[in-house]
């Protein structure tokens, strides 16, 4: 079965400060790795997403994340973060079915 | 590009009451729909998923129900809430089984 953990539940950081949000995936098949944000009341809307090829892949609003196979690892990094940065972020992976597996979520607060 | 409505945006029921969510989708067809409900503070549950019409499968034991009864139409429903069913409900889609694609939500409150 398959199955996604994000470590952190909240991360605070100043504005223009570097950030990463971790993500640990498991599973027996191959996966595709989503990065996904949502705003208070909202629905989720995609950063970024793994299918194959290069490991390291870039999404949208400055956001970066690299594949790592072998530590089964999604993490997502932003050089320099802003105030409207502030979300909640959820990683995600399908393998296999029609199904997706969302982690927790991670609760990104960026501070002036 | 696809769109996805749902309706309405908030409710507010007393227990035991009926419910009914809908979720209509554009742009695309033969699309894979999902029900997802999120608790406060808390992550994403599949609730259920349709990858045609009339086909349902659910993922988790409830009093909830869905039905697909057009390609673009997907519906949740309850005979009677409980205050557990309190929630952000999220429909959304995916083709060709890439990412998936996420309506704007329907807050329900179950007093």
């Known amino acids: 079965a398959q199955s996604v953990t994000q470590l952190d539940s909240q991360v605070p950081v100043f504005e223009e400060a570097p950030v990463e949000l971790r993500c640990n995936y498991s599973?027996?098949?191959?996966?595709?790795l989503f990065w996904y944000v949502q705003y208070p009341n909202q629905g989720l809307q995609l950063l970024l997403k793994y299918l194959s090829g290069s490991t390291l892949v870039k999404g949208i609003n400055g956001f970066e994340a690299e594949f790592n196979k072998s530590q089964t690892s999604f993490h997502l990094r932003k050089p320099s973060v802003h105030i409207s940065d502030t979300a909640e972020y959820f990683c995600a992976v399908r393998g296999g079915t029609y199904k997706y597996i969302f982690g927790t979520g991670t609760r990104l607060k960026v501070l002036a | 590009s696809q769109t996805i409505h749902q309706w309405p945006a908030t409710l507010v029921q007393p227990v035991g009451s009926p419910l009914s969510l809908e979720c209509t989708v554009e742009?695309?067809?033969?699309?894979?729909l999902y029900w997802y409900r999120q608790a406060a503070g808390r992550g994403l549950q599949l609730l259920f998923y349709s990858v045609g019409i009339g086909q349902i499968s659910s993922e988790v034991p409830q009093n909830l129900s869905a039905s697909r009864p057009q390609d673009r139409q997907f519906i949740l429903s309850s005979k009677k809430l409980l205050l557990s069913d309190s929630g952000f409900y999220l429909c959304?889609?995916?083709?060709?089984?890439?990412?998936?694609?996420f309506g704007p939500g329907t807050r329900l409150t179950v007093l």
């Open positions: 742009g695309t067809s033969n699309p894979n």
């Open positions: 599973s027996s098949v191959s996966v595709y």
């Open positions: 959304a889609l995916s083709v060709w089984d890439n990412e998936q694609f």
